[in-house]
């Protein structure tokens, strides 16, 4: 399958000195989306061949609505995307997961099946008083020195986190992949991305109202 993934200079020359690309851990902040990546690791290790034992994996387009990634927008260049690379691999080496959904992990938020689903679970969070913050915090630690660790709390945390499988999934028009390594061979196409004033391979731009897509909602309209 055909997919694409944006990174930086110094991973380009990586992959050629190397004749292959691996994660960069130095890159990740995980304080911020450390939860979520966790959570990544675990479920691509029983899913997804890690033939080198690499430790994180990079992230790839799969599909975004009729294209394979965003297209380029009007906005700031997005910092550390210098080149696309296009490349190919096989099905089974890909962790496939809908792009909207794993907004709800990076928020520790429960993902519903549907609109009553969602009801009954915010009943349990007023049942606890445990509010969007409470939930955040468990997660953001670059941005919350204190959180909850209460027995119901964590009890609630442990049912969202089994929700999350939700997330994994073919069944989306806007599809985020994760592969353990690219090797030269696997490459299409290597493209340097201009700084002219384009946007590329991110939805995270604001929109006409001044706002950027909230994910989570965008989600729940679905289920309406």
């Known amino acids: 399958m055909k997919l694409v993934t944006f990174q930086s200079l110094e991973a380009a020359k990586d992959l050629f000195e190397k004749g292959y690309l691996e994660c960069d851990n130095t890159k990740i902040n995980f304080d911020k989306i450390g939860y979520a990546y966790k959570w990544i690791v675990e479920k691509m290790n029983k899913s997804i061949a890690n033939e080198f034992h690499a430790s994180y994996p990079i992230w790839c387009w799969v599909k975004c609505y009729k294209d394979i990634c965003p297209p380029k927008r009007k906005g700031e260049k997005v910092q550390g995307y210098d080149v696309k690379i296009t490349f190919h691999k096989n099905e089974d080496d890909v962790f496939i997961t809908d792009f909207r959904r794993y907004s709800f992990l990076l928020n520790n938020v429960y993902i519903p099946d549907s609109i009553e689903d969602k009801r009954t679970f915010e009943e349990k969070l007023n049942k606890y008083n445990i509010t969007k ?16 660790a209460d027995d119901e709390f964590l009890r ?24 353990w390594r690219i090797n030269l061979e696997d490459i299409e196409k290597i493209e340097i991305l201009k700084d002219d004033g384009y946007r590329y391979g ?15 909602n965008d989600y729940y309209k679905k289920l309406e």
């Not at 939930?135 to 204190?146: G, I, S």
């Not at 945390?157 to 994760?178: L, M």
């Open 133 to 148: 913050e409470d939930l955040k915090a468990f997660v953001r630690l670059d941005k919350y020195k204190v959180r909850r």
């Open 156 to 179: 609630v945390c442990e049912q969202i986190r089994e929700s999350f499988d939700k997330c994994i999934t073919k069944e989306s028009d806007v599809i985020q992949g994760c592969v």
């Open 202 to 216: 991110s939805l995270n731009y604001i929109r006409s109202n001044g706002e950027r897509m909230n994910w989570i």
